[in-house]
């Protein structure tokens, strides 16, 4: 089989743990400037962005070079858009509701209150549409992306005091982006959008008195805790968070099958990987956000989530008048998340639920 052809297969069909040989006609090496809106070396985000960068290289022999740049190293987090769609570098990585501003339905790319958990949206995205609708989205900007990463189903947040109804939530300033900000901000919350690396120092001076970020993992770094004790399991704003390798399209046209190919496959492996690494850690960093910091681990009352669903279903139809792509985006993500989503709570659901109570496994 011919060797181009036999490395986009595996590129599709997310298969690429082992290093590819470049052919002659990439020898000359070509450059890929990164730019990522996560700190250096911050565990979780930040270390699975560089370890994509490093593979891409890898993968391709050098034929592809990365020039990797954390969050203010070439540019804010937040100007990272711009940066790539410009062509001034060649891709980011970050979440893509960080751009809601420009197009509502970036927000249907990473999460969306009461969405798709990880299964579900690799789903759509591989084999259900999701990656078409993308490549419009982003299209329209000069951009592709790719998936490359997920954090599973995060947390409600850090807040200072308890939130035992809907009410709690009127005047609290908060740490929340896409559209779960906007659902909280029809309850009552000043919501803000940070970077990372802003959020504790936010949280210390009192510009915000509440945030949520990821889960265990990658919150115990952030020392949350010093300043917020109160956890909130199981957040309704981000059933998953899934993560985008967005690069200039003009670039990504330019390159061949055979490179198009590498960055496909390291960025599906980085989005596997990212997960996997998150669900290993997550039980023992919660552990020792409890035993070590004294947190206390709280979740929400059914009243309260009654009132994220309402809340939700307002935003929802705002997004789908803003624009008809975003309508088109929330037509398939909707469709899909049922069809899914409905399975998997008579299989998954259903074996999950009755092991956890064989084996006593506390939910």
Same mark, same amino acid.
């Given at each position: 089989?011919?060797?181009?052809?036999?490395?986009?297969?595996?590129?599709?069909?997310?298969?690429?743990?082992?290093? %590819?040989?470049?052919?002659?006609?990439?020898?000359? *090496?070509?450059?890929?400037?990164?730019?990522?809106?996560?700190?250096?070396?911050?565990?979780?985000?930040?270390?699975?962005?560089?370890?994509?960068?490093?593979?891409?290289? $890898?993968?391709?022999?050098?034929?592809?070079?990365?020039?990797?740049?954390?969050?203010?190293?070439?540019?804010?987090?937040?100007?990272?858009?711009?940066?790539?769609?410009?062509?001034?570098?060649?891709?980011?990585?970050?979440?893509?509701?960080?751009?809601?501003?420009?197009?509502?339905?970036?927000?249907?790319?990473?999460? @969306?209150?009461?969405?798709?958990?990880?299964?579900?949206?690799?789903?759509?995205?591989?084999?259900?549409?999701?990656?078409?609708?993308?490549?419009? @989205?982003?299209?329209?900007?000069?951009?592709?992306?790719?998936?490359?990463?997920?954090?599973?189903? $995060?947390?409600?947040?850090?807040?200072?005091?308890?939130?035992?109804?809907?009410?709690?939530?009127?005047? %609290?300033?908060?740490?929340?982006? *896409?559209?779960?900000?906007? &659902?909280?901000?029809?309850?009552? @919350?000043?919501?803000?959008?940070?970077?990372?690396?802003?959020?504790?120092?936010?949280?210390?001076?009192?510009?915000?008195?509440?945030?949520?970020? @990821?889960?265990?993992?990658?919150?115990?770094?952030?020392?949350?805790?010093?300043?917020?004790?109160?956890?909130?399991?199981?957040?309704?704003?981000?059933?998953?968070?899934?993560?985008?390798?967005?690069?200039?399209?003009?670039?990504?046209?330019?390159?061949?099958?055979?490179?198009?190919?590498?960055?496909?496959?390291?960025?599906?492996?980085?989005?596997?990987?990212?997960?996997?690494?998150?669900?290993?850690?997550?039980?023992?960093?919660?552990?020792?956000?409890?035993?070590?910091?004294?947190?206390?681990?709280?979740?929400?009352?059914?009243?309260?989530?009654?009132?994220?669903?309402?809340?939700?279903?307002?935003?929802? $139809?705002?997004?789908?008048?803003?624009?008809?792509?975003?309508?088109?985006?929330?037509?398939?993500?909707?469709?899909?998340?049922?069809?899914?989503?409905?399975?998997?709570?008579?299989? $998954?659901?259903?074996?999950?639920?009755?092991?956890?109570? &064989?084996?006593?496994?506390?939910?």
């Amino acid at each position: 089989m011919e060797r181009r052809k036999f490395l986009k297969g595996a590129a599709l069909a997310g298969v690429g743990s082992a290093t %590819l040989a470049a052919p002659a006609l990439a020898q000359g *090496g070509k450059t890929m400037t990164i730019v990522s809106t996560w700190p250096r070396d911050f565990p979780g985000l930040g270390t699975s962005a560089q370890r994509l960068a490093a593979r891409i290289t $890898q993968l391709s022999q050098g034929a592809l070079t990365t020039e990797y740049f954390a969050a203010g190293e070439r540019v804010k987090a937040f100007d990272s858009f711009d940066e790539v769609a410009s062509g001034n570098s060649q891709a980011y990585i970050a979440a893509d509701y960080y751009w809601v501003g420009k197009d509502p339905a970036f927000a249907y790319f990473t999460t @969306v209150p009461f969405g798709m958990v990880v299964d579900e949206w690799n789903a759509w995205i591989k084999f259900g549409g999701g990656q078409a609708l993308w490549d419009k @989205v982003s299209g329209n900007f000069g951009l592709k992306a790719l998936p490359c990463g997920a954090t599973g189903t $995060q947390a409600g947040g850090w807040f200072a005091k308890e939130i035992n109804t809907p009410e709690d939530f009127k005047g %609290l300033k908060m740490r929340i982006p *896409g559209l779960g900000g906007t &659902v909280l901000s029809k309850l009552g @919350v000043s919501t803000v959008s940070l970077p990372g690396g802003q959020i504790y120092q936010n949280l210390v001076s009192g510009a915000i008195d509440a945030t949520e970020w @990821v889960g265990p993992y990658n919150d115990y770094f952030m020392k949350f805790y010093e300043v917020t004790k109160y956890y909130y399991t199981g957040g309704f704003h981000e059933p998953n968070a899934n993560l985008a390798l967005g690069m200039n399209k003009s670039w990504w046209e330019s390159l061949s099958e055979w490179e198009q190919a590498i960055i496909t496959t390291a960025a599906y492996e980085e989005n596997a990987a990212q997960f996997e690494e998150t669900m290993s850690k997550n039980g023992e960093y919660l552990k020792k956000l409890v035993d070590e910091h004294g947190v206390e681990i709280r979740e929400f009352s059914d009243e309260i989530w009654d009132a994220f669903g309402a809340a939700s279903a307002e935003v929802f $139809q705002e997004t789908r008048a803003s624009s008809p792509l975003a309508a088109e985006v929330d037509d398939s993500f909707q469709s899909t998340l049922r069809d899914i989503g409905g399975m998997m709570a008579k299989f $998954q659901g259903t074996f999950t639920n009755q092991r956890n109570r &064989v084996l006593g496994i506390d939910a």
